[in-house]
Nanobody, 116 residues
Framework: QVQLVESGGGAVQPGGSLRLSCAAS????????MRWYRQAPGKEREYIAY????????NYADSVKGRFTISRDNAKNTMYLQMSSAKAEDTAVYYC?????????WGQGTQVTVSS
């Protein structure tokens, strides 16, 4: 059974940093690309970052490019999102995602709140 568990969310001040983690199980993690999404209150879920199966290709949404860094440790079956220069508009629930056999799997999400 596929399981994705996000952690590391919390409160951060504008300009601050936070690192999110996504622990994966139930599938061969090193064989699959992974993605981070987020959903702010009253808004649709938004794609923010992609990493290929071996980590050599990465992509970012314009809204986070230059501030967020996606990475993964295949030995630990874990993906990360390093957030820096946080802005109020980064406040959202952050989800990790994997597509397996054409179907999306999601974690339960972790809340990030950027506020002074």
């Amino acid at each position: 059974q596929v399981q994705l568990v996000e952690s590391g969310g919390g409160a951060v001040q504008p300009g601050g940093s936070l690192r999110l983690s996504c622990a994966a199980s139930g599938f061969t993690f090193s064989n699959h690309a992974m993605r981070w999404y987020r959903q702010a209150p009253g808004k649709e879920r938004e794609y923010i970052a992609y990493i290929s199966d071996n980590g050599d290709r990465r992509n970012y949404a314009d809204s986070v490019k230059g501030r967020f860094t996606i990475s993964r440790d295949n030995a630990k079956n874990t993906m990360y999102l390093q957030m820096s220069s946080a802005k109020a508009e980064d406040t959202a629930v952050y989800y990790c995602n994997v597509m397996l056999a054409g179907r999306d799997s999601w974690g339960q999400g972790t809340q990030v709140t950027v506020s002074s």
